[in-house]
């Protein structure tokens, strides 16, 4: 019994009983790729998106787009009225070829046409200063002759007045000795006493035309012909002036004569007739004295209007002069300064007219699809008005991240791209844009992350969900360790390296870590076994490989994509 019972504890201990074994899963220290990513999700958008307005107003005349019609860069989606626009440009290239015309013009030598010209229009100037200058000298000799003929019949005019205001007339009041201009004023007093005025008028004016004519003749005498011009001009101002005075002391004898007779008429008497022969009288010496009067203004005007003409052609020789040696003389700069500003101010209305005629056609500003098409041929819309709406055929990926993963984000930056809409299908992106300014929303701060695809698919429609993995970081050909082998403690990093059967703590030095894999920068060799689970139990332990077929990266090789 003793036998069998030690055999059996033996056996026992054999099968189920001593130490418990324990057992080491363990991973091999290789070299790879780590990647390193962020995740968000957000929505896919249509990359730009762009309301086509008319920069001015007009009718539409063609429309060349409708809904989801896919339109090239540059392309027409309508037209609006285009007739004053085309008038525009017309007018402004033919201003424009004119002002080069007339630079070209300015310098060209002067042909010898225009040369002679010039020289026969400067001639014909000096030809006219000279025939004015001896129309003048006729004018002063013409002067003094109406001078001479004045004088030849205004001492009978004179005379005469003399004669009839201070003689006595037979049948007047000759044997008294009574002056004529006392009868006439004495023969009408008591019925009217305004002959007194018409007495003094006429006695007054004459003395005035007697002393004017006294000087006159007097200086008439000490003149000729060959006088200065300025004497003979000043005698015929002063024969005209004689002449006027003389015009008028008649005029109030005639005045005084005819007073006498229309009083003693209206009151029944009957005027003596000699009176008709002095108002007779008058009535010549006033057309004399007219005749002269008019002869003399005639001659005066005749000589201001030859020495205007002299002035004149001065001024116009001193211009053909001027005009002449700009013919022969070589382009002022100024002149071909001032034609060129001209020609780049044309060109520049050229310019302008033709972008106002381009303006005319709405064109698309990139390739996209036509989302809407908001006119129809006749319209006549405003400028600023919305047509059509435009969006780009490439979509991108919007998406949010926290204040705390977007200081990792920069554009370029590669992604992978999910959509929960389709089932198994993943593409890859690049990150083009990433927002400045971030927004709050109860209290947590966001910023939008733009990422463009590489890749176009058909299924893959602007709104869809989307989830991207963003890469920010890349670690090639560097020692990879699991996760789980990585023992951290008071800040100190270790790994247990299995030796001849027995694990030995080893300190690490590790870099950067993804959810899988972290870098070891020192402390580990390449074909190192690390130790990433301990089993005790008596039981057998079957290791769990997860697999991660990811999506493979433009130039980045091996390792996996998690977060």
């Known amino acids: 019994m003793l036998a069998v019972l030690g055999g059996g504890y033996y056996a026992y201990r054999a099968l189920f009983g001593g130490e418990e074994a324990v057992r080491y899963i363990t991973s091999r220290v ?243 007739s000699i009176s008709n022969t002095h108002l007779a009288s008058l009535n010549s010496f006033t057309g004399t004295t007219n005749t002269y009067l008019s002869s003399l203004l005639s001659a005066n005007r005749s000589i201001q209007d030859y020495k205007d003409a002299i002035i004149g052609a001065g001024r116009l020789i001193e211009e053909k002069t001027l005009s002449l040696a700009k013919i022969t003389s070589d382009p002022d700069p100024l002149d071909i300064r001032a034609k060129k500003i001209a020609i780049q101010q044309k060109e520049d209305a050229l310019v302008s007219a033709k972008q106002a005629l381009e303006d005319r056609s709405i064109r698309s500003p990139f390739a996209g699809i036509v989302a809407s098409l908001d006119v129809k041929v006749g319209d006549s819309v405003p400028s600023g008005l919305t047509i059509a709406t435009l969006i780009t055929k490439q979509k991108i990926a919007e998406i949010s991240l926290n204040e705390v993963d977007i200081v990792k984000i920069k554009v370029g930056q590669k992604v992978i791209l999910t959509f929960d809409a389709i089932d198994g299908y993943s593409t890859t992106g690049e990150v083009v844009e990433v927002e400045s300014l971030g927004s709050i929303t109860q209290g947590v701060v966001t910023y939008g992350v733009k990422i463009g695809f590489d890749t176009d698919d058909e299924r893959v429609r602007p709104g869809m969900s989307v989830t991207a993995s963003i890469i920010t970081d890349v670690r090639q050909d560097v020692l990879l360790a699991p996760n789980s082998a990585i023992k951290t403690s008071a800040g100190v990093d270790t790994v247990e390296v299995l030796a001849g059967g027995l694990p030995q703590t080893r300190q690490v030095e590790i870099g950067l870590t993804n959810d899988m894999q972290t870098e070891i920068r020192g402390g580990l060799s390449e074909g190192d076994d690390v130790v990433t689970q301990t089993i005790t139990s008596v039981s057998a332990a079957t290791p769990q490989t997860q697999q991660n077929p990811g999506i493979r990266i433009p130039g980045i090789s091996g390792g996996g994509v998690r977060r």
């Not at 002067?110 to 025939?131: G, I, R």
């Not at 006439?184 to 002393?211: E, F, G």
């Not at 001009?233 to 005639?254: C, G, P, Q, R």
């Open 30 to 272: 290789e070299k790879g790729t780590l990647v390193v990513s962020l995740s968000g999700s957000g929505q896919v958008s249509a990359s730009s998106r762009v309301d086509l307005k008319p920069k001015t107003s007009g009718d539409v005349i063609n429309i060349f787009a409708s809904q989801g019609h896919e339109v090239s860069l540059g392309a027409v989606i309508a037209r609006l009225d285009t007739a004053d626009a085309e008038r525009s440009v017309r007018d402004a290239k033919t201003a424009l070829e004119t002002a080069k015309l007339e630079l070209d013009k300015l310098l060209q030598p002067a042909e010898e046409l225009t040369v002679l010209q010039a020289k026969n229009a400067l001639t014909q100037a000096h030809e006219s200063k000279t025939k004015a200058e001896d129309s003048l000298t006729k004018a002063y000799e013409d002067g003094f002759n109406t001078v001479s003929n004045a004088f030849l019949n205004l001492p009978a005019v004179i005379t005469g007045l003399y004669d009839m205001l201070y003689s006595s007339e037979a049948g007047l009041g000759g044997p008294s000795g009574l002056w004529n201009i006392d009868y006439y004023t004495n023969s009408v007093v008591s019925y009217d006493n305004a002959v007194l005025k018409y007495k003094m008028d006429a006695s007054d004016k004459y003395m005035l035309a007697r002393n004017a004519y006294d000087k006159n003749f007097q200086d008439y005498k000490l003149a000729s012909r060959f006088s200065d011009q300025g004497v003979i001009e000043s005698l015929i101002d002063e024969t005209y002036e004689t002449t006027k005075n003389m015009a008028e002391a008649v005029k109030s004898a005639n005045n005084m004569v005819q007073f006498y007779q229309d009083t003693l008429s209206g009151n029944g008497l009957k005027p003596q």
